[in-house]
Structures are given as structure tokens and as C-alpha cells.
């Protein structure tokens, strides 16, 4: 993946964030940070101690860095395949099985998470990056960003109304 090119996503993913109208009651509030213009959130593991992912809403899945995967003990397929992501190449790949994220006290539903290496992009950033919160976060709900004190805020979209 090209650091530029995520960087710049990510932080045009911010602008929308920070643009969304406020509803009454959200289903989630996430603590996060802001770190080299990405939004991150400690983020457990199938129970495990919190790690870093940071919210990108150009990934189509969630994602896992391979490093951190293994260091989880979590099962890799049988099978490795290949993806490719936004820099040039591909890179290895392995949909993991029975994965389960969980933000703060907030469980995501099921969704697809691969196992793709991110320790060359975490060392660009200057930053620990354990995962990637793909974009099914943003189908799901309606997401708002409070800058200070940094967190997420999630609503339900049948019962969210813009108000602004």
C-alpha cells in the first residue's frame, strides 16, 4: 500500500466523520485517538488484551496484521492467497475463521477478517498497527466523530436523522 495515498483517504475519511448530523442516542461510543491523520481504536481480539486498528474506510474488510494474528495464536487456513491494496503488487493474504472484534464494550457483527502483513506500513507510520476497521462499519451505522475528546459515536440508521 502506498503511506501517501492512505494517508490521504484517511484523512478525507476524517472530514466525513466530523460532517455527520447527531442523533439522540448512540448505540456505541468508542474512545479513540488521532495519530499522523488516522482515527485508531483499541480493539480486542477474539477476548484478547486491546490492540491498535485504525478506521479505514477505503478497506472493504477488516483486517488483521499477520504479525499480530500470529502472535494471537489465531488459526491460519490452509490455503494463503493473494490481495491487493492500494500501493502497487499484492501481498499475502489468509481469511481467517471465527474471528470476533470487539471496540471498547461494542461487539462488531460478523464480518469477513483477513490476515494481510502490515508491519512495512506501521513502520512508515512511526506506529503500531494491528489491524484495519474496514469499511462494513460505515454500511452498518452512522458513524460520527467527536474530535475532543476524541471517540466515535454509532447509531442505529433506521432511527439516526440528520439535524445540522
Not at 503511506?3 to 466525513?16: C, E, K, Q
Not at 500501493?87 to 472484534?101: F, N
Not at 469477513?112 to 452498518?140: C, E
Request: hydrophobic fraction near 40%; glycine fraction near 10%; aromatic fraction near 8%.
Amino acid at each position: 500500500m502506498c503511506g501517501v495515498y492512505l494517508d490521504m483517504r484517511l484523512h478525507l475519511a476524517a472530514l466525513f466523520l466530523c460532517c455527520v448530523g447527531k442523533a439522540q442516542s448512540p448505540i456505541a461510543v468508542i474512545p479513540c485517538e488521532v495519530h499522523a491523520n488516522g482515527i485508531y481504536v483499541r480493539t480486542s481480539v477474539n477476548g484478547s488484551r486491546p490492540v491498535q486498528f485504525q478506521l479505514d474506510t477505503a478497506a472493504a474488510v477488516h483486517i488483521i496484521n499477520w504479525t499480530q494474528a500470529q502472535r494471537l495464536n489465531l488459526p491460519f487456513p490452509p490455503s494463503i492467497g493473494t490481495a491487493n491494496g492500494g500501493g502497487d503488487g499484492s501481498t499475502s493474504a489468509a481469511l481467517m475463521q471465527d474471528v470476533r472484534l470487539r471496540i471498547g464494550d461494542f461487539e462488531l457483527p460478523a464480518d469477513p477478517v483477513y490476515a494481510v502483513p502490515m508491519d512495512p506500513i506501521a513502520a512508515r507510520k512511526g506506529y503500531a498497527l494491528d489491524g484495519l476497521i474496514g469499511a462494513s462499519l460505515l454500511k452498518r451505522y452512522v458513524v460520527e466523530h467527536d474530535t475532543g475528546p476524541c471517540s466515535l459515536r454509532l447509531y442505529d440508521p433506521a432511527t439516526w436523522t440528520y439535524s445540522g
